[in-house]
C-alpha cells in the first residue's frame, strides 16, 4: 500500500473472498477472466455495491438485473474498448440518427511489430482469447438473430495508419442484437493476414476442445493444454510495444440525406508509462464510467449493458472528454454517400 492503493492476493472464484473484499468499498470494478465474471457480479449485488465490469462472460449478465434493482444498486457490465465503448458509440449513432439501418464495428488488439508463426499475441487471457475462436458469433441481418461460425467469413481491409488486416466473424454483439431496433449488425475481430487461417487449424485439429483425452494415466483438456502454451508464445515482452484499432460504423439518414456515420479509434503503447493500449483504452472507459457511478452522475439500479447510455449526451460527452484527456480519441465523422 502506498496510502491510496492497497494490493490484496486472494481466490476470486471464492465468493466469500470477493465479498469480503466488496465490503471494505465504495464502488468495485471487475477484471476478472470470463470464467469468473458471473458469479462476482452476483456476490457484489449481494453486497449491495455498485459495480462497473469488463470481464467477458459467455452468460447474460442481465439475468441479476431484478436483483440489483431490489439491492438499490447499479451495475454497469461490459465496459472496455469492444465491448464497450463499441456499443455506446453504435447507441450514439442510432440516436444521432434519423433513421439507422446498418451498424458495424471491427477491432483488434495487436503487437506493433509482427512475429511468426502466430501473427499475434494477447494482452489479456489466452483463454479468452481462444473463447472468441470457439464462440458461435452472433450477428442481425433483416431484423433477425443469426449464427455463424466464429473466425469466419475473413475479408481484407485496409485502415489508415495500420494497413491491411483481416476482420473476420466474432461474438462482440452480445447484449446489443437485442437492445438496438438496427436491421443490421455485425462485430468482427481484426488480426493481421495468416493468423486466422492458422487459428481456424488449431481449432479444426482439436486443439480448442473442451473434453477431456487420455494422455498416460492423465485426462487433460486440450484447450487447457494449448492455453498453457499459447501463455508464453503470445506474452508481450517488458516495454513491447502494441496497438489497438477500431471503427465503429453507422449507416442511416440524417434529414433527407443518406450519410455514414463513423468514429476511429487508433491508439498505441505509452512508452513513459509503460501502459499498453489494450490496458489503456479497456480501462480508462471503465473507470471513467466508476467516477460516474461515484459521483451520483449515474443513479440507475439494475444492471446495463453500455448502449443503455448510448441517448444520454452529457454522459457520452463526459466519457470521451476523460478519454481526451488520457489521449484516447475517437476520431468522429460524417459523409454523405448519396
Keep these: 500500500s502506498n496510502g491510496k492503493i492497497a494490493i490484496k492476493e486472494t481466490d476470486c472464484s471464492d465468493q466469500g473472498a470477493i465479498a469480503t473484499l466488496a465490503s471494505e468499498a465504495d464502488i468495485v470494478f471487475g477484471a476478472l477472466p470470463s470464467w469468473l465474471g458471473l458469479g462476482a457480479l452476483e456476490t457484489v449485488i449481494n453486497c449491495g455495491k455498485s459495480y462497473c465490469d469488463i470481464s467477458f462472460m459467455s452468460e447474460d449478465p442481465r439475468k441479476f438485473d431484478a436483483l440489483a434493482k431490489e439491492k438499490g ?101 452480445r447484449t446489443l442484437c437485442d437492445t438496438l431496433d438496427v436491421p443490421f449488425m455485425k462485430e468482427r475481430t481484426l488480426r493481421y493476414p495468416g493468423h486466422t487461417e492458422l487459428m481456424r487449424v488449431l481449432r479444426a485439429g482439436g486443439f480448442f476442445a473442451n473434453e477431456p483425452i487420455t494422455v498416460g494415466d492423465q485426462q487433460i483438456s486440450p484447450i487447457d493444454v494449448t492455453a498453457k502454451i499459447l501463455i508464453d508464445g503470445w506474452k508481450y515482452e517488458q516495454g513491447e510495444a502494441d496497438l489497438t484499432v477500431m471503427r465503429v460504423e453507422a449507416e442511416g439518414t440524417l434529414g433527407e440525406e443518406q450519410v455514414l456515420l463513423y468514429w476511429d479509434l487508433l491508439d498505441y503503447y505509452d512508452a513513459e508509462k509503460d501502459q499498453s493500449s489494450m490496458a489503456r483504452t479497456t480501462a480508462f472507459p471503465a473507470t471513467a464510467m466508476g467516477r460516474m457511478l461515484a459521483d451520483g452522475t449515474i443513479d440507475m439500479p439494475g444492471v446495463h449493458p453500455p448502449e443503455t447510455f448510448g441517448c444520454e449526451e452529457k454522459i457520452v460527452a463526459r466519457l470521451l472528454a476523460e478519454l481526451e484527456e488520457r489521449d484516447i480519441q475517437f476520431a468522429k465523422t460524417i459523409e454523405s454517400i448519396r
Excluded: Q
Excluded at 84 to 98: I, K, Q, R, T, V
Excluded at 125 to 140: G, L, N, Q, W
Design 73 to 173: 444498486v447499479t451495475c454497469i457490465v461490459d465496459f472496455g474498448v469492444a465491448p464497450g465503448m463499441s456499443h455506446l458509440l453504435c447507441a450514439h449513432a442510432s440516436y444521432l440518427l434519423d433513421t439507422c439501418e446498418r451498424l458495424d464495428i471491427v477491432v483488434g488488439g495487436l503487437p506493433i511489430e509482427r512475429n511468426w508463426p502466430w501473427e499475434y499475441k494477447a494482452p489479456f487471457s489466452p483463454r479468452d482469447v481462444i473463447e472468441e475462436y470457439i464462440r458461435p458469433a452472433r450477428f442481425v441481418e433483416h431484423g433477425k438473430i443469426v449464427t455463424r461460425e466464429a473466425l469466419s467469413e475473413c475479408v481484407l481491409m485496409d485502415l489508415p495508419g495500420v494497413g491491411t488486416l483481416e476482420a473476420f466473424n466474432s461474438d462482440g454483439l
